[in-house]
């Protein structure tokens, strides 16, 4: 049985979450950070010495922090092919796409647009440089679409990793209130990850407890 430790608003837990979902795999949550707090728990931070959220358990296995290292185990361990192929090349180019999507793409979107917008108070924020962010997280999404073939994803024809990073990105950048001018084929993807229960359940998670939110201590992600 696997144990996630963290609240359902962290974009990390999400990813982690809505893998685990995707992998058809039996899970507990157990809310931590934000306004449940506990990072700072000896307990917890014996399982992650960083004290951030997702931490998981799989049995009496050790704990694990960093959600990449996390889906990357979880994927090597119960996805299959579908998420892990067997040749070592197909898997480090899907590993390229996986590390591009949660280091480049998603932290194009994180802080220079949800957190620049979202979590600031309204009168604060810097819509200059929150717009110019946009385009550049738009620009981003254009490499990932022409990666995703019709009525597919990026890992081919179901999600992989990267998508699980590409994908968690978009409820955010769908639903804040925001000038969009989406990738050709970016809307279609859109549509598809909705459609798919994980992700409902897991990424489409209202955020509203983190609006005028800000950083670490202030629940970064
Ligand atoms: N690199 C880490 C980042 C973890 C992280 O920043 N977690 C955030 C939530 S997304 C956190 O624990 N924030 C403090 C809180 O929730 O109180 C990972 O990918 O797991």
Known sequence: MLTV?????SSNVQAVMWGIAEMGLEVRRIDLGGRFGGLDDPEFRKMNPMGLVPVLKDGD?????????????LADRYGGT???????????EADAWAEWAKHSLVRAFNEPVFW?????????RDMDAVRAAVRRFE??????????????YIAGDGPGL??????????RY?????????????????????????????????????????????WGG
């Open 61 to 73: 296995g050790p704990a694990l922090f960093e959600s990449a290292a996390i889906l990357r185990y």
């Open 174 to 218: 769908f639903t804040l209130d925001l000038v969009r001018d989406p990738p050709a084929g970016i809307e279609a993807y859109y549509d598809r990850l909705v459609r798919r229960p994980g992700y409902a359940a897991h990424v489409m998670v209202d955020y509203g407890e983190l609006k005028g939110v800000w950083g670490r201590g202030h």
């Open 116 to 124: 620049a917008f979202w979590r600031v108070p309204e009168g604060e």
């Open 162 to 171: 990267a998508d699980l990073w590409v994908g968690h990105t978009l409820y």
């Open 5 to 9: 430790w963290g609240r359902e608003t």
């Open 139 to 152: 620009a981003m999404l254009q490499i990932a679409a022409g990666r995703i073939a019709p009525g597919g």
């Open 82 to 92: 579908a998420f892990r192929a067997e040749d070592p090349m197909a898997r480090a």
